[in-house]
């Protein structure tokens, strides 16, 4: 996350708060075992298998020689307890939009989805979902949640420090005495706010509003579906990447507003990528498929979802064999 992400993050501390209050009472009320990828994107890439019905691969990256077993899409893009605070009433904020999918997949499939505006949105919308329902934004959070409040107590033991004399004093009659009272004054303050982190809570409210803010910066911009004309897509465990491209490198899991294009997979045949000057469905050249996919490979915790019998494994272990999960974050 950059300086203006941190800023904005400050910014939003007291919404953030209030929003927890509100979700107080709902606390304990709790889904375990969360999708992190919507099951209607993973049932795209599987494939039915007769009366054991849809199954796809997941495909280990850390161990890509084992024998993957197929599995099926509700097995398959789940994290536990990846939000542990309230998270029933995010998975219905989620499911809102979940059960829109299918129609705008079924315009995809049929070739006229830009004919239907309320579809082009509900893919943008998908696309901001995965983005912020998503490992990596679990760990910018935890990343940016440690550095802001490090710097903010520093902040009171230093610069702020008779600020903070003062106000214990105008509060509680008492002289902070030496830097051990001083620090326990400063922990004091802080404690609430981290009770929210430990307890999840402000993961909880924070990607409740990055979700809607995400929504409203992809709904300003174009989307295109990129068909490949040879080879097909697969899907990470990180599906949706905001991307950076020069003329040079293409960096990906930049901030929203720094991205040049974020693309998500929507199956074998089809990539969605939001933030692009036009809209429209384009073929795309074997080479582009490649690259889209050593990205997925690239940005994936661990694993990357197959459809059976396409012979990408093979592909997949050509990829790691160059090496290019070694320097994770960057694609030349």
């Excluded at 992190?36 to 298998?49: D, N, T, Y």
């Excluded at 272990?317 to 090496?323: D, N, T």
Aim: hydrophobic share 40%; net charge positive.
């Amino acid at each position: 996350m950059n300086e203006g992400s941190r800023a904005q993050w400050l910014a939003s501390a007291q919404k953030v708060d209030a929003r927890i209050e509100e979700l107080r009472p709902e606390a304990d009320r709790h889904v375990v075992g969360q999708h992190v990828i919507s099951q209607v994107l993973l049932k795209r890439f599987a494939a039915p298998f007769g009366s054991n019905g849809l199954k796809l691969v997941p495909f280990n990256l850390d161990h890509p020689n084992r024998l993957h077993k197929m599995a099926s899409p509700r097995q398959c893009g789940k994290v536990p307890h990846f939000a542990c605070f309230a998270s029933a009433s995010l998975e219905q904020l989620w499911g809102k939009l979940e059960t829109r999918i299918p129609d705008a997949a079924r315009a995809v499939d049929r070739g006229d989805v830009f004919q239907h505006e309320h579809h082009v949105q509900t893919l943008k919308d998908l696309i901001a979902l995965h983005l912020v329902r998503s490992l990596n934004y679990r760990k910018v959070h935890e990343r940016i949640f440690a550095k802001v409040y490090t710097e903010t107590r520093t902040a009171l033991l230093t610069d702020k420090s008779e600020l903070l004399r003062r106000a214990v004093l105008q509060r509680s009659g008492l002289h902070l005495a030496g830097p051990q009272g001083l620090a326990a004054a400063a922990d004091e303050i802080l404690s609430p706010h981290l009770a929210n982190f430990e307890n999840g809570a402000d993961f909880r409210a924070r990607i409740e509003d990055t979700f809607a803010k995400a929504k409203e910066m992809i709904s300003d911009a174009g989307l295109e579906i990129l068909v490949p004309a040879a080879g097909e897509f697969l899907l990470g465990d990180t599906p949706a990447l905001a991307i950076q491209q020069s003329e040079t490198r293409t960096a990906f899991n930049v901030a929203i507003g720094d991205s040049t294009a974020i693309v998500l997979p929507f199956g074998p045949r089809h990539l969605l990528v939001g933030r692009t000057p036009r809209n429209g469905l384009s073929i795309t050249t074997e080479n582009t498929v490649g690259f889209l996919n050593r990205l997925q490979i690239e940005a994936a915790e661990q694993r990357v979802y197959l459809r059976p019998r396409s012979g990408q494994d093979a592909i997949v272990r050509g990829y790691l064999k160059q090496g290019i999960r070694s320097a994770r974050g960057l694609a030349r």
